[in-house]
T-cell receptor
Framework: GEDVEQSLFLSVREGDSSVINCTYT??????LYWYKQEPGAGLQLLTY???NMDMKQDQRLTVLLNKKDKHLSLRIADTQTGDSAIYFC???????????WGAGTKLIIKP | GAGVSQSPSNKVTEKGKDVELRCDPI?????LYWYRQSLGQGLEFLIY????????KSGLPSDRFSAERTGGSVSTLTIQRTQQEDSAVYLC??????????????FGAGSRLTVL
């Protein structure tokens, strides 16, 4: 079946790295995404990775994909208070417009 | 437009009333999605429009919910005889609908519906 799972909460200290994890079940996924939702706002694309890649880096963000284990992670270096948000993982299958969404991980920053 | 625009941003209504939520997608985006996000929950798919094709209505929770997309652009989500459990944020997203590409969705800010 189709399922994307994430932990509901992650708490980190300001300045530390945050690692948000996601697992999915569909091995035919072609693209995997990370979206960010700040309070009272819609979702904003952070980054996405094609399934034939195992890593993608963009400034403070590093995405790691382990296709064998169907595991995706988002690492945020030097976490700041502005990173407080809910982070959603999503997957897309080949030749399908639909995205399958995780429930979101709320990132809490401790001073 | 520059982004996906949704209106109203907030709507408070009484149980039993009908409401209409509007979404104006990015110009040129042929795909349009409606999602529902209840407090503290993830995204619940409602309906998907792709060009002139028949919409995918498989996520609509009951026959009180309907949506249309006129002229391949603006979409309206209508909820009839609202119930308290309909209270949620309704999110609209649009994309270039790349079935084989990355199909990046751009979201609006949402319409928060409160049913008293």
């Amino acid at each position: 079946g189709e399922d994307v799972e994430q932990s509901l909460f992650l708490s980190v200290r300001e300045g530390d790295s945050s690692v948000i994890n996601c697992t999915y079940t569909d091995s035919s996924s072609t693209y995997l995404y990370w979206y960010k939702q700040e309070p009272g706002a819609g979702l904003q694309l952070l980054t996405y990775i094609f399934s034939n890649m195992d890593m993608k880096q963009d400034q403070r963000l590093t995405v790691l994909l382990n296709k064998k284990d169907k595991h995706l992670s988002l690492r945020i270096a030097d976490t700041q208070t502005g990173d407080s948000a809910i982070y959603f993982c999503a997957e897309k299958k080949h030749s399908n417009y639909q995205l399958i969404w995780g429930a979101g991980t709320k990132l809490i920053i401790k001073p | 437009g520059a982004g996906v625009s949704q209106s109203p941003s907030n709507k408070v209504t009484e149980k039993g009333k009908d409401v209409e939520l509007r979404c104006d997608p990015i110009s040129g985006h042929t795909a349009l999605y409606w999602y529902r996000q209840s407090l503290g929950q993830g995204l619940e798919f409602l309906i998907y429009f792709q060009g002139n094709s028949a919409p995918d209505k498989s996520g609509l929770p009951s026959d009180r919910f309907s949506a249309e997309r006129t002229g391949g652009s603006v979409s309206t989500l209508t909820i009839q005889r609202t119930q308290q459990e309909d209270s949620a944020v309704y999110l609209c997203a649009s994309s270039l609908s790349q079935a084989t590409g990355a199909n990046v969705l751009t979201f609006g800010a949402g319409s928060r519906l409160t049913v008293l």
